[in-house]
């Protein structure tokens, strides 16, 4: 399930939604729903999304799909301008369009496999995976927000990130935050107080609240 609500974030969110939610009719523009419409068109835009640049014959082989259909569902994202053409490459360049998909892909991803652990009282990530910008070199930044904190906490927290990393494919690093811990990045380290203020996605359970 790809969780649209996400792309509502901002005026500029909505209007991306806006665009991509007409019907494709007599070539106008396509429906949101038709870059997702099977798993397999999924997968291969799964793939795309976190490189720069593609071929045919590099998606078939990682994705196991035909070069026929890897082909045309390629062509058709050069068709939304999602893409572009330079003789057997297919070039993405990074644009609020690949942010808002990135997010939806992201979140559908990770949603169903990260529960909310007993212990915590609510979980996200923030980073790259968050805004959308992750490719095959990113790590996945999780939060894990608890009431308060306990050295036996760090144990719980690297043996979640090893479940995670199972279904996220990449090395994952979690934050423990506790309300007194927010206080502290705030006063002590603004910038990444603000980033993770304005950045961060909840999977589960209560979001931080900043002050």
């Known amino acids: ?39 397999e068109r999924i997968l291969v835009l799964r793939y795309v999304g976190l490189r720069a640049s593609v071929t045919v014959q590099a998606v078939a082989d990682a994705t196991g799909r035909s070069k026929g259909f890897v082909s045309q569902y390629l062509n058709m994202l050069v068709d939304e301008e999602l893409l572009t ?20 892909l992201n979140l559908d991803l990770l949603r169903p496999h990260v529960t909310l652990p007993a212990w915590a009282e609510g979980i996200g990530i923030y980073g790259s995976w968050a805004e959308g910008t992750n490719t095959t070199e990113s790590d996945l930044d999780v939060w894990i927000l608890v009431s308060r904190y306990d050295p036996d906490l760090e144990i719980r927290a690297a043996e979640l990130d090893q479940e995670i990393a199972q279904y996220a494919g990449c090395e994952v690093n979690s934050l423990l935050l506790t309300p007194d811990k927010l206080c502290h990045l705030k006063e002590h380290d603004q910038p990444f107080y603000t980033s993770l203020k304005r950045g961060f996605l909840t999977l589960h359970g209560e979001d931080l609240e900043f002050a």
């Open 1 to 39: 399930m790809i969780w649209i609500v996400e792309v509502y974030h901002s005026p500029e969110c909505s209007q991306i939604a806006n665009k991509m939610f007409l019907v494709r009719e007599q070539n106008d523009h396509i429906v949101l729903s038709g870059l997702f419409k099977s798993e």
């Open 85 to 104: 053409r330079d003789h057997r490459a297919f070039i993405r360049e990074d644009s609020v369009y690949w942010r808002s998909i990135k997010r939806l």
